[in-house]
């Protein structure tokens, strides 16, 4: 599939399912025990992306901070001429200042950390493990001392944590983070699927907390908070701070993981996992939106879509 003119190309490189914490709303959670990537095949990967013209590679797990050649790989990548080096992370590494510095030295351009509570009880309930919402701040304060810039976060939204998310947001604003995502919980795989009703709220009630972290954001002048995998019916006035449309416009992304190769991201979700309905009929906006998951549409019905008029 070509990708448009302006758009920057990004490759997502999936190291391998393994990982330190244990999300309950893990998209991969049956996945663990699926082979890592070896380095041989990683490094391959990134020379094709270099080959590929690839403007932004983003080295993802899993975690693939807890890899042996984690630092290697993100040297490579550099080396060979790759724009931009991005990694998700759940911070937990940076805590240790020493392999905070070897990352940092290693060449990575920017860092997107997974914060999933404004307090140690939520974040840990939500990552099953203790002491993981400590160990994120400590990353952040420790990159902070590096004099690191491009810290990012992403905030998975599920029903334990989306009253907290204005709480959230504050903490965000606290370290002046500047790109933010507020992402729906994907519930078509994993954790989210196997305890859903557990998990998954009704976006009717998920987005007025959305929504409010969104403004801080924009209160704090930060143009880059977006909110991820919502149907727009409960983002009005919010269209630029939708990921999704920001995404079309800007990046043809593909996601290259050990089980599968997807070479139109964007597409493949629009198809096989998101949904609209005959209560979308007539919408103004019908084009623009991708729905809401399809899975969600299975177990809660599509009530709460309303059509923009
Ligand atoms: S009614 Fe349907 S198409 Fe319109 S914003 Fe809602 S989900 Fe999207």
Redesign the pocket.
């Known amino acids: 599939m070509k990708k448009n003119a302006p758009q920057k190309t990004k490759i997502v490189l999936f190291t391998g399912y393994s990982c330190n914490n244990n999300c309950r709303f893990c998209i991969n959670s049956n996945k663990r025990e699926l082979l890592e990537k070896t380095t041989d095949e990683l490094i391959k990967e990134i020379y094709l992306a270099k080959k590929k013209k690839a403007d932004i590679v983003e080295i993802i797990g899993g975690e693939s901070t807890i890899r042996h050649d984690y630092t290697h790989l993100i040297s490579v990548a550099k080396k060979i001429g790759i724009k931009e080096v991005l990694s998700a992370t759940n911070g937990k590494i940076f805590s240790d200042f020493s392999a905070a510095k070897k990352i940092v030295n290693s060449g990575i351009s920017g860092l997107i950390f997974s914060l999933h509570g404004h307090n140690s009880k939520t974040h840990d309930y939500l990552t099953r493990s203790k002491g993981s919402f400590n160990e994120l701040i400590k990353g952040i304060e420790n990159l902070k001392k590096l004099g690191f810039k491009s810290i990012n976060g992403n905030t998975t939204i599920v029903k334990p944590n989306m009253r907290f998310l204005p709480r959230i947001a504050e903490l965000y604003a606290k370290y002046k983070i500047r790109n933010v995502e507020y992402i729906f919980v994907d519930p078509t795989y994993g954790g989210a699927y196997d305890n859903f009703k557990e998990l998954v709220p009704k976006i009717s009630k998920a987005s007025v907390f959305m929504r409010k972290a969104v403004d801080i954001g924009i209160n704090c002048g930060y143009k880059q908070w977006k909110v991820r995998y919502v149907?727009?019916?409960?983002f009005n006035g919010y269209e630029r701070h939708i990921s999704e449309i920001n995404e079309r416009i800007l990046f043809f992304t593909e996601h290259w993981a050990p089980d599968f190769k997807n070479t139109n991201a964007l597409v493949s979700r629009q198809i096989i996992s998101r949904k609209?309905?005959a209560?979308?009929k007539g919408?103004?906006?019908?084009n623009a939106?991708?729905?809401?998951w399809a899975e969600y549409i299975k177990r809660y019905g599509d009530s709460e879509?309303?059509?923009?008029k």
């Open positions: 149907p727009l019916c409960y609209k309905t209560r979308c919408c103004a906006v019908y939106c991708e729905g809401i879509l309303k059509a923009v």
